[in-house]
């Protein structure tokens, strides 16, 4: 089963457990650059591009590891509170379980995602 596997910006480690039992062949990584992120307090500058940079580089890391990751820039779109619709062509992962934020939590089924509702 494809698991989506989600890793913040404050998360940039290889020993996460998002990333512990990881099965490259069939589980995605995603990493969004959230505008909300670097508004929801006052940030430096400097701070939020240290910040994106290194996601950035911890992405291409692990996708040099054989790991697919999604990753999507903050500059390519509009969606509020992300940059644009991640996942295939029609922006869904379709993916049998989460895992990530905080805990690492295993999150469930996708229920109520976009994937899963025709009317979208």
Not at 30 to 43: A, G, I, K, N, W
Request: hydrophobic content about 35%.
């Amino acid at each position: 089963m494809k698991t989506l596997r989600i890793i913040l910006g404050d998360q940039l480690s290889q020993t996460i457990s998002a990333l512990q039992d990881i099965d490259p062949a069939h589980d995605v990584v995603l990493m969004m650059e959230v505008e909300d992120e670097t508004t929801y307090v006052r940030h430096h500058k400097q701070k939020i591009v240290l910040v994106i940079s290194a996601m950035r580089h911890f992405a291409e890391r692990i996708r040099a590891q054989g790991i697919t990751v999604d990753y999507v820039r903050l500059d390519e779109g509009s969606w509020p509170g992300a940059a644009a619709p991640a996942g295939g062509k029609d922006g869904c992962h379709r993916a049998g379980r989460m895992a990530g934020g905080r805990d690492g939590a295993k999150l469930g089924g996708a229920h109520g995602h976009p994937c899963r509702n025709p009317q979208r």
